[in-house]
Nanobody
Framework: QVQLVESGGGLVQAGDSLRLSCAAS????????MGWFRQAPGKERESVAT????????VYADSVKGRFTISRDNAKNTVYLEMNSLKPEDTAVYYC?????????????WGQGTQVTVSS
């Protein structure tokens, strides 16, 4: 079992930057594959970025490539999402999630989410 708590969301203007953090507690953090997801009003939840257990491998949604960076610090039990050049279409609730199995798209644990609002 792992508990996830996101922070760092807020209201920003287009072109600004934000860094989201997700602090994990419980079982060994480094054993989890981590991901950031988002859900905008009226839309399905989508994957934004994922990172493997060591942090050496990352995957991004096409819509955020070149603007967002996912990273993790296993010593601090934290995963980050650095978001640059934010656009109004990035407005959503952002969630971090954890899974133990690599060959699945299903995540086992979810945080409560943090709101990101980008004004034009």
């Amino acid at each position: 079992q792992v508990q996830l708590v996101e922070s760092g969301g807020g209201l920003v203007q287009a072109g600004d930057s934000l860094r989201l953090s997700c602090a994990a507690s419980g079982r060994t953090f480094s054993s989890y594959y981590m991901g950031w997801f988002r859900q905008a009003p009226g839309k399905e939840r989508e994957s934004v970025a994922t990172i493997n257990r060591s942090g050496a491998s990352t995957v991004y949604a096409d819509s955020v490539k070149g603007r967002f960076t996912i990273s993790r610090d296993n010593a601090k039990n934290t995963v980050y999402l650095e978001m640059n050049s934010l656009k109004p279409e990035d407005t959503a609730v952002y969630y971090c999630a954890a899974k133990t199995r690599v060959f699945t798209t299903e995540y086992d644990f979810w945080g409560q989410g943090t709101q990101v609002t980008v004004s034009s």
